[in-house]
């Protein structure tokens, strides 16, 4: 695993100079907003979706320019849609990848507009030229729409906000979570593995079982750290879920039995990758890693 954490800093920090990079300067006018949008975004996080969206990559011969467009893209999403989160209206957090949450540090219009700029940045930068063929790039386009909206992200979240202080059946409960969290993690496999040309629809198709299963493994063990780890280890408050009697894997299984379940997603999601062989490995560490994470 070693050799993963030298991969995930690399890969990261590629992440960090490419959001630099296409994130507007402090100076450009309205300055507070792009000054909101690079607080929120810069200097923070696991990068897990763009880190996936690399590993994706490297099952093909990936076009460089479409990676790190989807990278970017991917991220962005990822990043307003924490912003809007921690809203006062959504899950009211004032802690967010160790520092203020933007409503916090701004003020809870700002936030607003930073999610709402940050999403519409993702679409541009994801639409730019590359040598990647236009209906390619379109379907990746499409694939993020689709994963961001009311029928991936947005609904789930819609979903978990109307069920607060509900039970919810396990089936129920891994819909919505299939759509709040699993939809982004999918993209993500998606867009890295739509930027090599040379990958066809049998490939998608495995990559997506993976996808799906790590999508759910990594929401339950969030839903284990809230009730295991600290605030300053997981960098956002910890037990949020808990005192909102939210519905969780936890609060459904068992903790035990929840860590459980997700070593067992994780095994599956291994297990799709069989096709691709060695080029694999960091899709195959991403999983492990999931199961493993303190934050």
Partial sequence: MNDLAQWQTRAAAQTELILQRILPENSVVPQELHEAMRYSALDGGKRLRPLLVLAAAELGASVQA??????????????????????PEMDNDSLRRGKPTCHVKYSPA???LVGDALQTLAF?????????????????????????GSLGMAGGQAIDLANVGCDMSQAALEQMHSLKTGALIRAACALGALSCPDLDNKALAALDIYAAKLGLAFQVIDDVLDCEADTATLGKTAGKDADANKPTYVKLLGLHEAREYAERLVQEAVDALAMFGDKAVRLRQLAEFVVIRKN
């Fill in 124 to 148: 541009d930068v994801l639409s730019r030229e590359t040598e990647l063929s236009t209906a390619r790039q379109l379907r990746m386009v499409q694939m993020l729409a689709k994963a961001s």
């Fill in 66 to 87: 479409a990676c790190e467009a989807a990278m970017a893209a991917i991220e962005c999403v990822h990043v307003y849609s924490l912003v809007h989160d921690d809203m």
């Fill in 110 to 112: 700002t936030a607003l």
